[in-house]
């Protein structure tokens, strides 16, 4: 197969370039390395565009044939998104619409999009299925959510089908070692915490000691960005048999704390990693964990790494590979 891949050069998206580059499949990436990396790829076609720019788009896409679309090029921060929504939603709203206008125009069908749990807001169940209400709390969910439904109306008038994938906490790095998690700012807590045991890095804080949570630390579901991989290449098989719009949940059905997560590290890294209580920080909701059985049940989604300690060494394997 001929697959385009809209932010392949990002941290889930360089990871699926890599997945199916190693089953023997043609992986083209477009991206505007706003905030991903040229040394993330290899061996593969670059379409250097940002889904903004239309022109360039239409000009770039013409003519061209692909299998599918994996769609990752987005702005992901929920912070930034707060303080920017504007960006947000014309970089996951109008790109994606873009991208989507270059489909219908060049007779290319099947899209797998990159959605997020920040679409459903704060859990009203323990574990969050498809069809828990959709109230995100801040812009980036908001705009996810947007484009979701965009989708939907979309699929139904025109020959495209879309699978949205809602991933929980993407986390883990290549077993390869050679590929991983390199954000600038980095926000994520798995690499936060593996750079504080680097020599001169800053102390880890832990915003919030107060949720109503087993030890009062914000709990998520953390899921291995190749097995998310994985999930997006089968939706792309999926959709032979299932015409149409779908959405599933991607996560490991399992909470753990950032206290949890820090002894996690701490295993892998072998060593005690200090950390220093601080304030809450704005829109964590308390516990977000994914009822992922549609996924495992329609797509055949089978992950494997059901273990935070498989995550975090792989994780750390990754930060000693690349100096942190
Ligand atoms: N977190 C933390 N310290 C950090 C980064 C994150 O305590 O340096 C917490 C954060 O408040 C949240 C959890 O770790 O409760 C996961 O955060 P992350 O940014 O990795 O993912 P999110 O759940 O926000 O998508």
Redesign the pocket.
């Known amino acids: 197969m001929r697959l385009l891949i809209p932010g392949g050069a990002g941290y889930i998206g360089s990871h699926m370039v890599k997945y199916v580059q190693e089953l023997g499949h043609e992986a083209v990436v477009l991206d505007d390395f706003s905030t991903g990396h040229e040394w993330a790829i290899n061996d593969c076609e670059i379409l250097r565009v940002n889904l903004l720019d239309q022109d360039t788009l239409a000009q770039l896409l013409k003519g061209r044939s692909f299998d599918g679309v994996i769609h990752f090029a987005a702005k992901s921060l ?1 912070g930034e998104s707060v303080q920017k929504p504007d960006l947000y939603y014309r970089n996951n709203v109008v790109g994606t619409l873009n991208l989507v206008n270059e489909m219908i125009t060049n007779d290319i069908h099947n899209l797998v999009f990159s959605s997020t749990a920040a679409i459903f807001g704060n859990p009203v169940t323990e574990k969050i299925a498809e069809d828990h209400p959709k109230n995100p709390i801040n812009p980036y969910g908001q705009s996810k959510l947007m484009a979701e439904n965009m989708l939907r109306d979309i699929c139904a008038v025109h020959d495209i089908n879309a699978t949205c994938f809602r991933y929980f ?1 993407a986390a883990g790095a290549d077993r390869s070692g050679s590929l991983g998690e390199a954000h600038d700012p980095e ?4 690499p ?1 915490i593996l750079k504080s045991t680097i020599p001169g890095g800053s102390v ?5 000691t107060d949720y109503e949570t087993h030890d009062g ?2 709990v ?1 579901d953390y899921v291995h960005v190749t097995d998310l991989a994985e999930a997006h290449f089968l939706a792309l098989e999926y959709m032979k048999d299932n015409s149409g719009f779908s959405a599933f949940n991607l996560g490991n059905g399992s909470g753990f704390s ?1 206290l949890d997560v820090i002894r996690s590290c701490e295993r892998a890294v072998k060593k005690m990693i200090p950390f220093d209580p ?1 304030m809450r ?1 704005v829109g ?1 909701p308390p516990v ?1 964990v994914a009822d992922s059985s549609a996924a495992i049940c329609k797509i055949s989604w089978e992950p494997k790494f059901g273990s935070l300690d498989a995550i975090t060494q792989s994780a750390w394997r990754w930060h000693e590979h690349s100096g942190g």
């Open positions: 929920v906490n926000t994520h807590l798995i936060n880890l804080k832990v915003f919030g630390t914000c998520r950032v601080a920080r964590d977000l």
